[in-house]
């Protein structure tokens, strides 16, 4: 089975910031990479998917990155709306999620 | 709207059973691959069951293989999870998740189901 690792678990951070989340997959997915967000209550949100591409709405100041094992999700500057949870997938091999990062509010 | 909509959650005994269901609209449901997913209380996401957009082949987690089956009714837009010999670590909500065309991963979402088996 494919394992998801993401860094940090959680993190704080103030409306502005740019916000960088790793995900690590314990063997090489290419680029079968999802991010989704999570808000409290809600169903999950896909934001990229094939590790770099957009889903239709998600607003630009998304991006994400990465091949093989090493990923990352980038928030360039973050707004009120994007405190959430972020989780990463792998689609490579079936489908596993990695354990979730937090964005709080500092 | 593109929707997914799921029912049938509840509270049931340890060994019980229960059939969750998920009524697709506003796309062409045979054609897509389907998921259940799963999130227990303050947890993450747990892949489950995935099922092709005919019904032939299905797949399922370490954690529920034997004891649930995923199963889809094309002419009713339906989705199905009957899941059997519960146990309170299946206690989580449950979504069902569509596999989109361009994404070739979980594009669309229900808002979920919770499952409660108590201790």
């Known amino acids: 089975d494919i394992q998801m690792t993401q860094s940090p678990s959680s993190l704080s951070a103030s409306v502005g910031d740019r916000v960088t989340i790793t995900c690590r997959a314990s063997?090489?997915?290419?680029?079968?990479l999802a991010w989704y967000q999570q808000k409290p209550g809600k169903a999950p949100k896909l934001l990229i998917y094939?590790?770099?591409t957009l889903e239709s709405g998600v607003p630009s100041r998304f991006s994400g990155s990465g091949s093989g094992t090493e990923f990352t999700l980038t928030i360039s500057s973050l707004q009120p709306d994007d405190f959430a949870t972020y989780y990463c997938?792998?689609?490579?091999?079936?489908?596993?999620f990695g354990q979730g990062t937090k964005v709080e509010i500092k | 709207e593109v929707q997914l909509v799921e029912s049938g959650g509840g509270s049931v005994q340890p060994g019980g059973s229960l059939r969750l269901s998920c009524v697709a609209s506003?796309?062409?449901?045979?054609?897509?691959?389907v998921n259940w997913v799963r999130q227990a209380p303050g947890k993450g996401l747990e892949w489950l069951s995935y099922?092709?957009?005919?019904?032939?082949?299905?797949y399922y987690a370490d954690s529920v293989r034997g004891r649930f089956t995923i199963s889809r009714d094309n002419a009713q837009n339906s989705l199905f999870l009957q899941m059997n010999s519960l146990r309170v670590e299946d206690t989580a909500v449950y979504f069902c998740?569509?596999?989109?065309?361009?994404?070739?991963?979980?594009?669309?979402w229900g808002q979920g189901t919770m499952v409660t088996v108590p201790s």
């Open positions: 998740a569509r596999i989109g065309g361009s994404a070739g991963t979980f594009d669309i």
């Open positions: 997938q792998q689609y490579h091999s079936f489908w596993t």
């Open positions: 063997q090489s997915i290419s680029s079968w």
């Open positions: 099922i092709s957009g005919g019904g032939e082949t299905m």
């Open positions: 094939k590790a770099s």
């Open positions: 506003g796309f062409s449901f045979s054609t897509h691959e």
